[in-house]
């Protein structure tokens, strides 16, 4: 049995985190922390995982949680994930940052959307947490940088489109919507629920930080840079990311021959579902779920091609496929603990 | 008092028509027929309207209706309404149809989205109920088609930019997100509670009735065709349309100057609210009025300006809209009885 | 037109007085004020009202508060609205209390449930603003303590029972859900929408606040004292109060029998629509609008009757009724600004 | 590994069935019937199970279902359930019915609340499936009777009490709120979106089916008849019941004092959890699970006790249970399949 940590478990993405452990074969929690609730029975601040977790929030100490795990998955805010990330490295672990912290390649590019990075030295050897594009490479890694949940949903529905240099890559349009979870346990005016039931708004519009990280992978398997229109919106709903993407298509295709290139993509992708033609998919779907579902329609009026992806934004969003890598990273079949159906409704 | 029909009065449009008019101070309601529940008292329907409405639904006796009334709603199904509306105008009625049956010019069009027009030769002196478009058409009109809610979102969100000659007309993405009430009353497995609830997804995708609309208003404000890339999809909320408009710009433009230009452009509309810059509409702020709102970003680094545009889908989606033409047509002040503060939470 | 001061207006109900007060054709809002966002444009802070406000939020000054306006709505919390009422009444102002602090006639009952009352001499003059009880004292009072949301729908149900000795008064069970809205704009991890949405849950079982209120209203209108079992609960809805009060009857009486007393118990007031005998009421029935809707079933199998009531909680629950208080302070009809349709759906 | 059928697999109850039977492994699908979806694939109807469920839903053909199955799930409507569970016993199958139609031991009782009996010879043999109850007897019985939902959630709050005499039997109260899966598949105007959405409200007041049920259950442990005052409310979410039970204390008890005799009650009952001493439960903290989580208070001032019990209506309250049955008619660990942690948010 592996022993796991995870750093930062009083969140939404940390409880789903301790949600899948709890039932993997091959991994033990070992420990749970939590600044704002250290001290308290973890089933005390999440009553549903009573009589199934039985630790208790501990603070952050770096010496201690290296002392206790071998596997690490750190599900802090960004900038204070880089301020741990290096000492578990340093201590021979292996690291899921579930923070944006390692995911840009880039040093630059990352300070001018996030701020001044603390140690780059570690960019270059982090692996970006994709694994239907980084398969053998998560493998190998001692530091995955788990994806946005954003960037997952675009970045699944338009890969085979730009490996297959079916699409315009200065046309693309990503409207993307989330579920209310996204924006985390912190006790804010805008999460409350009587301002998110009933209502819907976009956000971010041309300026969230998710996009230089999905310019990032649709650019690596293209020959030049992509980019991209990205705009999220505010779901009044738990959980779900539903992104609708639009590009020109370089040449006539119909649906059914998209769908196929899709279909051969993903053939060897367990949690990636091509939906039949004439079909989309639908945030409920997957809800609880690793999978991503895409639906394609090619729409000759207009040229364009109509990707709509969906994933539950807290497990192939974050919490599960973090899962996935770290079953990757311990040469475990990817699909450890990750293989239950959806919940409907 | 102008004496008033709702004809299909037990959807949710109808019932809708009817909380607006109650309060109308120039209007009286004389008769609201519903097939379904003819012979029950309204606020047996809709307990909502108890000790407000004391009208018996009536079956839709054409003789009747016209005996009863002088502006006749007839928020009935397309086809359905193209069954009696013409016998309404015959006896010199004024009508407001909320339904599709006559707002596309060309009957060819209509047969091609919808089926055959049986009574095309009213299309010609039919108005395009958009007061912000047409007002003086509409004041002037005998029938009134009033627009699809959808239509009514992007139009008011594009038009700006399209007779200032501000976007190329082949880039146009409209993604746009509705509300159930869209759906109307009827029992559909789809519709289910459990089906929306925790729910998102697309549908119509590039097949949607109110493409056609969409592209006929835009276009008759260009010198050339419109054509644009629309996506609905399904809002687990009551009311509200959001909708999320892409399109390249043909020169460099700050936010700040495109707002400009749509504070003018609607400085005479009173149910048009322009954002301030650097905030976006939800559809929360208009819940139960008659407003759109519409918020504006230029985004220099694709050369896109992305417009969001909310309304109440029953209000200045379908009743309010319907109700603000009636104004015109009987020359009162438009926003008689529509003037509300919206409700919020 | 009176001048009116919504003092607290940033709360749910502060802009919920402002929606209602927009409309009032004998009161002109002259001062808005909130402490967290002194300075700002009301319309600002809440944009549903853009176009149809133009004050901005002042801070709490009740120098400046008494100079503009004749009015003062105290939309504060508790112990927050002792500190400034008595400057208000001491100003030769009419003031209608939204907080606890002039609900509860006994300043021991106060401090037991509260804490220290520091102007127990207003206690005696104080109305409790029930009008369905209270109108008269209501028309002749300086201050008039608004009654709690909870309070005031378990009042409406059970005041006929208990008036006309029908009920075993140590028989009471109340067991109550309301809306989010209750809770506040206060930014708790317990009001977020991801805990909140699918979500259902009981709160202060047999030590909420509103307990005293409730049995002090009923105990008025008996010959002794009245206990009951109060339950509140958290609905996962933006606004709404339905409670199912059960009680054991003293002798058999038929629900037909019971809703006649209803009826007559109510005709004179506008605001309380009984339910015909079959139906009971949903609070969908009432948004948005001032209404009480109340049902009735007597249970011959176990010898009680279940009334169902239901209010919106920031309407008749809080701003609708405080307008309500106010016209009856002014000599104005009870039902100004306060008459339109329930929003449905 | 156990052959298992579900008939009537395309409503809630079907393919939370499917949902949790493809995780076991001691059991198989081997069968799915629909009269609506026959011919059409189960991952078709419902697309959460897509990859994972690869067969088609058949028609309901009692030879072949015997002909496939070892156990089987009668998932119907009451009346539809016993037209073809006699069937199933003669072929020697185990049977699960989660219909009302073999939880009443009375013929009479059944047909007072529902309609004249067809197999009542069965009744006798039937087991009550509240494996907290009947543990035994469900291990030795071949047809089950799997509780209904709300009646799970009553006697799982109220048995500890009476079997102990804790409390005046003709004092209960039984307030439930259960989420809207409970009201099934079937497309019905009531159960729509825009319906039940923001709305709230009682239904079967004093005169719904499940009463008989509860109060069978309580008496059976009683030495007299229990009445119970019931009324169950539908809430606006998906899954999920809560109960509010009251009743008068025998004797003066402390909320320690009667947690404890909980605690011991449940000790060896793995799904029942007994919340800590000034927490109450929350639907949302056993969503997706198997779970009973009960809190109480005892209310010095009133002399009651009030017990709040909480289930995922889909699972405990039907589908998980029915599992739990299988598992001990089978003489397998009670909790195969249906340990997983809930899901939060």
Redesign the interface.
């Known amino acids: 049995m592996v022993k796991v940590a995870v750093v930062g478990a009083s969140g ?1 993405t940390g ?1 789903e985190l ?2 899948i452990l ?2 993997h074969p091959q991994a033990e929690l070992a420990c749970l922390t939590s600044r704002q609730h250290a001290g308290k029975k973890f089933s ?1 601040v ?8 039985d630790l208790t929030c501990e603070p952050v100490d770096v010496d201690a949680i290296n002392a206790s795990a071998d596997v690490i998955f750190t599900a802090l805010p960004h900038k204070t994930a880089m301020e741990v990330v290096p000492a578990f490295l340093a201590a021979g672990k292996k690291v899921v940052d579930l923070s944006a912290d390692y995911r840009l390649r880039d040093a630059d590019v990352y300070q001018q959307w996030y701020q001044e990075h603390t140690s780059p030295e570690l960019l270059a050897d982090a692996a970006y947490g994709l694994p239907e594009l980084y398969r053998d490479k998560i493998g190998a890694a001692s530091l995955v940088a788990n994806p946005g949940c954003y960037p997952t949903s675009a970045a699944l529905a338009l890969l085979p489109l730009i490996e297959n240099r079916l699409i315009e890559t ?2 693309i ?1 990503v ?1 993307s ?1 989330s579920g ?2 996204g924006a985390g ?1 912190a ?3 805008g ?13 971010g ?2 300026s969230h930080r998710h996009t230089p990280e999905i310019e990032q992978t649709l650019s690596a398997v293209n020959a030049g840079t992509v ?3 990205f ?1 999220p ?1 505010l ?6 990311i ?1 992104s ?1 993407c ?1 590009a020109g298509l370089t040449s006539e295709l119909t649906t059914g021959e998209i769908l196929k290139i899709y279909a051969e993509r993903y053939a060897n992708h ?1 949690f990636v ?1 091509v ?2 033609e004439g ?11 690793n ?1 991503c ?1 895409i ?1 394609v ?3 000759a ?2 040229g ?1 091609v ?1 990707v ?1 992806s ?1 994933i539950d934004n807290l497990v192939k969003g974050a919490a599960g496929q973090a899962v996935q890598n770290m079953n990757l990273m311990l040469g475990l079949d990817e699909t450890t603990a990750l ?7």
Request: charged share 20%.
């Open positions: 939404y409880v301790v949600r709890v039932h005390e999440f009553p549903s995982t009573a009589g199934l977790v200065t046309s349009v409207d919507k209310t979870s346990r006790a804010k005016e999460s409350l629920f009587c301002e998110v039931n009933e209502s819907f708004k976009a956000y519009v041309a980019t991209v229109s705009t919106h779901l009044p709903v738990d959980r779900g539903l609708t639009y367990p579902r939906r039949p079909t989309v998919p639908d945030i409920a779907h997957v809800r609880g779920s999978y579902d639906g329609v090619a729409d009026r207009t364009r109509v709509v969906v293989g239950l159906v959806p919940l409907f409704p």
